[in-house]
C-alpha cells in the first residue's frame, strides 16, 4: 500500500526559532517528493520538489533534504504568518501523488 | 492571470441528490486530478486525467464520476451513492511532461450534505 506519514502532527515554536518537521513515504515507482503548504480553507500551495536521496534544496528559509524513503523539513526563524499546515507528497511514475496528514505548524509570537 | 478556478466555493445539498463540481484551468496542463479532504487528513484522491477523453479511478472513487471532455475542465459529480459526501474537495492540475511535476491545486468547494 502506498502511504505517506508525517511527524510531528503538530508543532508549536517561539517566533524566530527554528521548526522541524519530516516525513517518510512507502511509493511503488516512486518519482519525486514534493513539500506543500495549505492555509485554512485553502488549496495547498506547491513549496519544492526533491528527485533523488541525499538532493537538499532550500528556498528562502525553508531548508529540506531526501533522504531514502523520508525527507525533513526545516524553517528558519519562524514568523507567524509561516503558521499553516505543511504537507509532503510522493508522486509516481505514473503521475499519481500520495499525500500525507500533515504537519499543523502554529507559530507562538 | 493562469490558474484554477473551481465553483461554488460552498455548496448545500439535500441527501438523496447529486451535484456536479466544477474545475477549470487556464494553464495549459495536461493532467487534472481531484482530491477530497477531510478535517485534519490529508488529501486522498479521487479521480484523475491525463488527457483528454481519458481518465483513472484513484483511491476513492467509488459514488463519484468525471467527464474530461476538453483539456480545460475536469467536472466532479458527487452521486447519491457516496455515503459520506460532506467534505472539502480540491482540484488540481499538473504538467505531465518529464519529471517536473508539481501540482496547482484550486482554492476547493466545500461540500455540505444536511
Known amino acids: 500500500e502506498n502511504q505517506v506519514e508525517h511527524s510531528p502532527h503538530f508543532l508549536g515554536p517561539q517566533q524566530g526559532d527554528v521548526a522541524s518537521m519530516s516525513c517518510t513515504y512507502s511509493v511503488s515507482r516512486f518519482n519525486n517528493l514534493q513539500w506543500y503548504r495549505q492555509n485554512t480553507g485553502m488549496g495547498p500551495k506547491h513549496l519544492l520538489s526533491?528527485?533523488?536521496a541525499g538532493y537538499e534544496k532550500q528556498k528562502g528559509r525553508l531548508n529540506a533534504t531526501l533522504l531514502k524513503n523520508g525527507s525533513s523539513l526545516y524553517i528558519t526563524a519562524v514568523q507567524p504568518e509561516d503558521s499553516a499546515t505543511y504537507f509532503c507528497a510522493a508522486s509516481n511514475t505514473g503521475n499519481q501523488f500520495y499525500f500525507g496528514t500533515g504537519t499543523s505548524l502554529t507559530v507562538i509570537p | 492571470d493562469g490558474g484554477i478556478t473551481q465553483s461554488p466555493k460552498y455548496l448545500f445539498r439535500k441527501e438523496g441528490q447529486n451535484v456536479t463540481l466544477s474545475c477549470e484551468q487556464n494553464?495549459?496542463?495536461?493532467?487534472m486530478y481531484w482530491y477530497r479532504q477531510d478535517p485534519g487528513q490529508g488529501l486522498r484522491l479521487i479521480y484523475y486525467?491525463?488527457?483528454?477523453?481519458?481518465?483513472q479511478k484513484g483511491d476513492i472513487a467509488e459514488g463519484y464520476s468525471v467527464s474530461r471532455e476538453k483539456k480545460e475542465s475536469f467536472p466532479l459529480t458527487v452521486t447519491s451513492a457516496q455515503k459520506n459526501p460532506t467534505a472539502f474537495y480540491l482540484c488540481a492540475s499538473t504538467r505531465s511532461a518529464g519529471g517536473y511535476n508539481e501540482q496547482f491545486f484550486g482554492p476547493g468547494t466545500r461540500l455540505t450534505v444536511l
Open positions: 526533491m528527485y533523488s
Open positions: 494553464l495549459n496542463h495536461d493532467a
Open positions: 486525467s491525463q488527457i483528454v477523453n481519458d481518465f
